[in-house]
Nanobody, 122 residues
């Protein structure tokens, strides 16, 4: 599976941004797509995940109620709609894929896209 992430940029606190991750390659039917982020000097952390087949979702507590993950099967694209952004959301965001159910541990994801930088100014 090849993953291509896009949509990062600079936004003011309280604003919104939508990230996209387009997948290609092998069949996606039994795949979970995840978003992770890594801020400067910090560990990579789980943000959200969605199962490709039935759209089951999982979120980190830090983004619940503010971020929404969704997928468009026809476009093979997963989206991360981010709202009420805070300066602490500033990070490089990565999309990833794994076979099976959502997991918060990035080590359990086999495929990774390049990162896209999100900067939230105060």
């Amino acid at each position: 599976v090849q993953l291509q992430a896009s949509g990062g940029g600079l936004v003011q606190a309280g604003g919104s941004l939508r990230l996209s991750c387009t997948a290609s390659g092998r069949t996606l039917s039994s795949v979970t797509m995840g978003w992770f982020r890594q801020a400067p000097g910090k560990e990579r952390e789980f943000v959200a995940a969605i199962t490709w087949s039935d759209g089951n979702t999982a979120y980190a507590d830090s983004v619940k109620g503010r971020f929404t993950i969704s997928r468009d099967n026809t476009e093979s694209t997963v989206y991360l709609q981010m709202g009420s952004l805070k300066p602490e959301d500033t990070a490089v965001y990565y999309c990833a894929a794994r076979r099976g159910w959502p997991r918060a541990n990035g080590d359990e994801y086999n495929f990774w896209g390049q990162g896209t930088l999100v900067t939230v100014s105060s």
